[in-house]
């Protein structure tokens, strides 16, 4: 281990974040099922067989070591030896194998539902939305049933073994959509919703709500933050014309009886696309990007009749978690003015770097200084719903099927990651430090 990964793993969290390992493990589940169909279709049986009943036995051990019993994975390392010595005796029952495994799992997947143990809470351990785990589950037994019927009827024509291998490949490709990659069936966002008396609504360009949003905001900054109405028009032409144009800016609103009490925007980005904080100064956030986008959380203002009404708050962070989630973002950074940073520190936010960092404020001509605000959205959700619902109370009220795509998507993607690598295990200290280090290879070869 390098000088520089001893340091920065003494920086991470020394806190343990929710175990979502088990969803890796039901991904092997599915794609162990889809591939020893594969073997035996396409493979002599003399050797898919072995090789699929080694599977079974390695997915039989290696989820019992993770407290995972599926009568699955159990039932096919015991059914192909079984298929093995009928095949090789030449017994007649060989040829009614399929319909007795397919027989057997919608046997299995049923009574686990009427049992209100859904197949898939077994690889969950208690986490997951019961209504995703019911849907999944009794999809796979419908899709056996139907390869059960589909063979019965097809026998002894060729089909009998196509159509189930069909129908269960295209049951594989439906079950890892609707875990893993689903934003439009099931996990579909709300782009307007109500929270107590108050409604809040994801605004578009153009509108008369976009163009309240805009002077909301500039008239907000004139007055309040930069204490000078003169500079109302010069704000919110910028406002207008960067938000209008941008193309990754996604805002939202918050009405009371119709009138706009509140504004929120996120700034969509990718890995690859650096931050504009990257392009006015020599900082670098490369390795921090490596783990996965930042988006830019701005426009934050509430009316001061409704700062004390957490409602407002709640819901216009709701609006914008929900986006950064369906759109796999995983840290925040916002440019605030010193008088705007309450409302961001509620969410977590904390100053990037320390007031010692030539960079702790940078300059955002022609208003000022700005300090430059850091969130780490993954840690933020790996390290539990205390952490979420420390000062917002958020954790009951976002899209709990978004949200837990949107984990599963983070496991998957950092399964073989070093500890380093891994969003939710960084501190601000961390963070601090991966920035130096980019910074300095920045300059280096500047």
């Known amino acids: 281990m390098t000088d520089e990964r001893a340091v920065l793993r003494s920086l991470l969290t020394k806190e343990t974040p929710e175990d979502y390992s088990t969803t890796f493990w039901l991904l092997l589940s599915l794609i162990f099922v889809a591939a020893t169909f594969v ?20 997915m039989v051990y290696a989820e019992h070591k993770r407290n995972i019993h599926s009568p699955i994975t159990i039932s096919l390392a015991i059914l192909y030896p079984v298929l093995y010595v009928l095949l090789l005796t030449n017994h007649p029952y060989s040829a009614y194998f399929g319909l007795g495994v397919f027989g057997w799992l919608t046997i299995v997947g049923v009574t686990l539902l009427l049992m209100k143990k859904p197949l898939t809470t077994l690889y969950a351990q208690g986490k997951g939305d019961m209504r995703l785990h019911y849907i ?28 189930p291998f069909c129908i269960t490949i295209a049951t594989f490709g439906l079950i890892i959509y609707l875990t893993y990659f689903d934003r439009w069936l099931l996990t579909r966002r709300e782009k307007e919703f109500t929270l107590g008396e108050y409604t809040f609504r994801q605004l578009s360009y153009p509108s ?37 144009e941008a193309k990754a800016k996604i805002p939202f609103g918050a009405f009371h009886k119709g009138t706009l009490v509140g504004t929120c925007a996120i ?24 783990m996965g986008p930042i988006a830019d959380l701005g426009r934050l203002v509430i009316a001061k009749n409704y700062r004390e009404r957490p409602d407002v708050l709640r819901g216009l962070l709701k609006g914008v978690i929900e986006v950064a989630m369906e759109k796999d973002m995983v840290f925040f950074m916002s440019e605030v003015f010193r ?18 960092h030539p960079y702790y404020t940078v300059t955002f001509e022609p208003f000022g200084a700005v300090i430059l605000l850091f969130n780490n959205l993954a840690a933020t959700v790996f390290l539990g719903k205390e952490k979420l619902n420390s000062s917002t109370q958020l954790a009951d009220i976002i ?34 430090y991966l920035i130096d280090l980019a910074t300095a290879k920045k300059e280096k070869y500047s």
């Open 39 to 58: 073997l035996i279709l396409f493979v002599p049986a003399f050797y898919s067989i072995p090789l699929c009943f080694t599977a079974a036995a390695y």
């Open 136 to 163: 999944l589950s009794s999809i796979w037994a419908a899709s056996w049933a139907l390869s059960f019927l589909t063979a019965y009827l097809l026998m002894p024509d060729i089909w009998y073994l196509i159509a």
């Open 208 to 244: 008369k709500d976009f163009d309240d949003y805009i002077d909301f905001y500039a008239r907000h900054m004139s007055e309040e933050v930069l204490q000078d109405p003169e500079n109302y028009q010069m704000l919110r032409d910028a406002a207008h014309k960067y938000d209008a």
């Open 267 to 290: 700034a969509l980005s990718t890995r690859e696309e650096k931050h504009p904080v990257e392009e006015r100064t020599p900082v670098s956030f490369e390795n921090v990007r490596k």
């Open 339 to 356: 008088t705007g940073t309450t409302l961001h520190s509620r969410l977590g936010s904390t100053p990037l770097f320390k007031r010692s």
């Open 399 to 432: 899209n709990q099927l978004l949200a837990e795509g949107w984990i599963k998507r983070q496991v998957i993607r950092h399964a073989f990651s070093r500890v380093e690598q891994k969003p939710w295990m960084h501190t601000i200290d961390s963070i601090r």
